[in-house]
């Protein structure tokens, strides 16, 4: 017999996230992702001044708290042919890849890990056998047998008391948590310590950009000034304190966040074998090396990979009109006019759909059931993200991202075809954290020498004003945010807005069926998964969070009815 599980709303996310899933003999056969928050940001942004965007569209989400900005003055920037000085593009780089860490790990620990690690367990650990556990897999120095010990003590004291706190809720005790005591012990320690050092890495977003999360971007380059002598521009102290931080956190991540992803993995192996889901990757690229414009120069590569084919790394113009482009065949949208298709320089956001919505009780999947559109490419269903990333730099010949691929795939002694997968979705993430950790220690070491050379400059002012801008222009700026290709698509007239697009990673990974009823990423990777209790779906959020939603992200902005109604009429 067939039985709908409903997930609703999904944990351990950003946003709001609805999973159903049917599921037949223990099995899921069909499944829907729908996004229950109601988009508008691009209603927000029409009739704004450009320069203005990226302050609004960083506010999507708190998560990937930089990326929207930096696809949005890239955006303004491509739209009104700016380039930005070397010293700017450094800085965005070194933010990235803070970004990249902070995101990556505290995604790992703190919204991932409890799916494989069980809290509970870990009360049953021995403290001197974690101790060999963890000295085994890493020389990171916390790691004595009385380290273990304490930490047991508090976490006993944490559960008599009934109160879990962080810990409530979870599915402790399912028999698909594989883990030994002491392997529960060792991760639950290492939750603690990524807790305390994530507030640390972030301090590199407040040097460079005043504050985290929603640090300060500029259209034509970086707002803060470089004057190695100047108590309060970016100095000699402050970078130090930039060396020591990504120096600290390159640290944490091969002495913690990678052994531990290597440690745990063996036990789940089924799961190389289980979510892999769609068989297409994009990836738009990031990390310019000698401007945004300059895509060969980029340190992940841009291109798609169709079918799982590895031998073959597609072009991607985000341009082309039939390339990418949005369907709200099951969005609760409505389009002027033609229906179809319609790349994001032609799309359109509103709210006038006025057929069945919400409530939510059940969602109508023959019909619309989301608040995300649809992306395609070329007509195809795409995943985007960590797995993307790896898999068409790989591809492509990288010799970075090759060589980290190939070194985890050596220590895990698997082959690649394991990647294709949940596990190789969780694995990936910290494969290309480690990437990050290396190249922004690059980034910083070259802004560093320009310095010393004597180019200070962070900004330009070149077409500042608006008067010496073209009556229309249009732009696109592309990103890899943490979950996956970013982009933001301008329409500039008479020097405002005319209409703004943000396509991003989850929305391509979390969206509905298209109208040929392709499933995109979320929905295809749940197909054939196990579920051995209907009323702990442990299997379902192990697969989804491998993914690290980001609904508020896809939704772009939360509002009640009255207020979307307020400011449709502000701007119209
Ligand atoms: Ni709000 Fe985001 C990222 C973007 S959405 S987290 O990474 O862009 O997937
Ligand atoms: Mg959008």
Same mark, same amino acid.
Request: aromatic letters at 10%; charged letters at 20%; proline letters at 6%.
């Given at each position: 017999m067939n039985s709908r599980i409903v997930v609703d709303p999904v944990t351990?996310?950003?946003?709001?996230?609805?999973?159903?899933?049917?599921?037949?003999?223990?099995?899921?056969?069909?499944?829907?992702s729908a996004g229950t928050m109601v988009?508008?940001?691009?209603?927000? $942004?029409?009739?704004? !001044?450009?320069? +203005?965007?990226?302050?609004?569209?960083?506010?999507v989400c708190g998560v990937c708290t930089t990326v929207h900005a930096l696809a949005s003055v890239r955006a303004v920037e491509d739209a009104l !042919?700016?380039?930005?000085?070397?010293?700017?593009?450094?800085?965005?780089? $070194?933010?990235?890849?803070?970004?990249?860490?902070?995101?990556?790990?505290?995604?790992?620990?703190?919204?991932?890990?409890? +799916?494989? %690690?069980? %809290?509970?367990?870990?009360?049953? @650990?021995?403290?001197?056998?974690?101790?060999?556990?963890?000295?085994?897999v890493s020389k990171w120095p916390k790691s004595s047998p009385g380290y273990f010990a304490?930490?047991?003590?508090?976490?006993?004291?944490?559960?008599?008391?009934?109160?879990?706190?962080?810990?409530?809720?979870?599915? /402790?005790?399912?028999?698909?948590?594989?883990?030994?005591?002491? @392997?529960?012990?060792?991760?639950?320690?290492?939750?603690?310590?990524?807790?305390?050092?994530?507030?640390?890495?972030?301090?590199?977003?407040?040097?460079?950009?005043?504050?985290?999360?929603?640090?300060?971007? $500029?259209?034509?380059?970086?707002?803060?000034?470089?004057?190695?002598?100047?108590?309060?521009?970016i100095n000699a102290e402050r970078l130090a304190l930039v060396g020591r931080l990504l120096a600290e956190a390159k640290t944490f991540v091969e002495q913690v966040y990678i052994p531990d992803v290597l440690?745990?993995?063996?036990?789940?192996? *089924?799961?190389?074998?289980? =979510?892999? =889901?769609?068989?297409?990757?994009?990836?738009?690229?990031?990390?310019p090396t000698g401007g945004f414009a300059d895509v060969a120069g980029y340190k992940f590569v841009r291109g798609a990979i169709l079918g799982r084919? $590895?031998?073959?790394?597609?072009?991607?113009?985000?341009?082309?009109?039939?390339?990418?482009?949005?369907?709200?065949?099951? &969005? /609760?949208?409505?389009?002027e006019g033609a229906a179809g298709g319609r790349h994001p320089w032609r799309g359109e956001t509103n709210l006038k759909y006025s057929g069945p919505k919400p409530p939510y009780e059940h969602l109508d999947v023959d019909a619309k059931y989301s608040w995300l559109k649809t992306p395609r490419w070329k007509g195809h269903a795409m995943e985007v993200g960590p797995l993307s990333r790896m898999l068409v730099g790989y591809a492509a010949g990288n010799a970075d991202v090759k060589g980290a691929v190939t070194d985890a795939l050596g220590a895990l002694k698997a082959p690649a075809s394991v990647l294709f997968s949940t596990l190789g979705r969780t694995a990936a993430r910290a494969i290309e954290s480690r990437l990050a950790a290396v190249w922004g220690l690059e980034f910083y070491q070259q802004l560093l020498a320009n310095i010393k050379a004597g180019d200070s400059r962070t900004f330009t002012r070149e077409r500042w004003e608006p008067a010496s801008w073209p009556a229309e222009a249009r732009g696109v700026g592309t990103s890899e945010a943490p979950r996956g290709a970013l982009a933001h698509w301008i329409v500039i007239q008479d020097r405002k807005i005319a209409?703004?697009?943000?396509?991003?990673?989850?929305? /391509?990974?979390?969206?509905?069926?298209?109208?040929?009823?392709?499933? &995109?990423?979320?929905?295809? &990777?749940?197909?054939?998964?196990?579920?051995?209790?209907?009323?702990?779906?442990?299997?379902?959020?192990?697969?989804?969070?491998?993914? *690290?939603?980001?609904?508020?992200?896809a939704v772009h902005l939360y509002e009640d009815q009255v207020e979307i109604a307020r400011h449709e009429l502000a701007v119209n």
């Amino acid at each position: 017999m067939n039985s709908r599980i409903v997930v609703d709303p999904v944990t351990r996310i950003e946003g709001h996230l609805r999973i159903e899933a049917e599921v037949k003999d223990g099995r899921i056969v069909d499944a829907w992702s729908a996004g229950t928050m109601v988009r508008g940001l691009e209603i927000i $942004l029409r009739g704004r !001044d450009p320069r +203005d965007a990226w302050a609004f569209c960083e506010r999507v989400c708190g998560v990937c708290t930089t990326v929207h900005a930096l696809a949005s003055v890239r955006a303004v920037e491509d739209a009104l !042919d700016i380039r930005v000085p070397p010293n700017a593009e450094l800085i965005r780089n $070194l933010m990235f890849c803070t970004q990249y860490m902070h995101d990556h790990v505290v995604h790992f620990y703190h919204l991932h890990a409890l +799916d494989w %690690v069980d %809290v509970v367990s870990a009360l049953k @650990a021995d403290p001197a056998a974690t101790s060999t556990l963890a000295q085994g897999v890493s020389k990171w120095p916390k790691s004595s047998p009385g380290y273990f010990a304490d930490l047991q003590k508090r976490l006993a004291k944490f559960v008599e008391s009934g109160q879990l706190g962080i810990f409530a809720n979870g599915y /402790w005790g399912h028999p698909a948590f594989k883990l030994p005591p002491e @392997a529960n012990l060792m991760a639950v320690a290492h939750y603690l310590e990524a807790l305390e050092w994530q507030k640390e890495i972030v301090k590199v977003h407040t040097i460079f950009g005043g504050k985290n999360p929603h640090p300060n971007y $500029l259209v034509g380059g970086m707002p803060c000034a470089v004057n190695i002598e100047e108590a309060n521009a970016i100095n000699a102290e402050r970078l130090a304190l930039v060396g020591r931080l990504l120096a600290e956190a390159k640290t944490f991540v091969e002495q913690v966040y990678i052994p531990d992803v290597l440690a745990v993995a063996p036990f789940y192996l *089924d799961w190389a074998g289980i =979510g892999g =889901g769609l068989e297409n990757y994009l990836c738009y690229g990031d990390l310019p090396t000698g401007g945004f414009a300059d895509v060969a120069g980029y340190k992940f590569v841009r291109g798609a990979i169709l079918g799982r084919n $590895l031998n073959e790394v597609l072009p991607v113009d985000p341009r082309d009109d039939t390339g990418i482009q949005e369907f709200i065949d099951h &969005s /609760w949208y409505e389009y002027e006019g033609a229906a179809g298709g319609r790349h994001p320089w032609r799309g359109e956001t509103n709210l006038k759909y006025s057929g069945p919505k919400p409530p939510y009780e059940h969602l109508d999947v023959d019909a619309k059931y989301s608040w995300l559109k649809t992306p395609r490419w070329k007509g195809h269903a795409m995943e985007v993200g960590p797995l993307s990333r790896m898999l068409v730099g790989y591809a492509a010949g990288n010799a970075d991202v090759k060589g980290a691929v190939t070194d985890a795939l050596g220590a895990l002694k698997a082959p690649a075809s394991v990647l294709f997968s949940t596990l190789g979705r969780t694995a990936a993430r910290a494969i290309e954290s480690r990437l990050a950790a290396v190249w922004g220690l690059e980034f910083y070491q070259q802004l560093l020498a320009n310095i010393k050379a004597g180019d200070s400059r962070t900004f330009t002012r070149e077409r500042w004003e608006p008067a010496s801008w073209p009556a229309e222009a249009r732009g696109v700026g592309t990103s890899e945010a943490p979950r996956g290709a970013l982009a933001h698509w301008i329409v500039i007239q008479d020097r405002k807005i005319a209409n703004y697009q943000l396509v991003v990673p989850s929305t /391509w990974n979390a969206s509905p069926r298209d109208g040929r009823g392709q499933r &995109s990423a979320y929905e295809a &990777s749940l197909i054939g998964t196990p579920v051995h209790d209907p009323h702990q779906p442990l299997e379902i959020i192990r697969t989804i969070h491998s993914f *690290d939603p980001c609904l508020a992200c896809a939704v772009h902005l939360y509002e009640d009815q009255v207020e979307i109604a307020r400011h449709e009429l502000a701007v119209n």
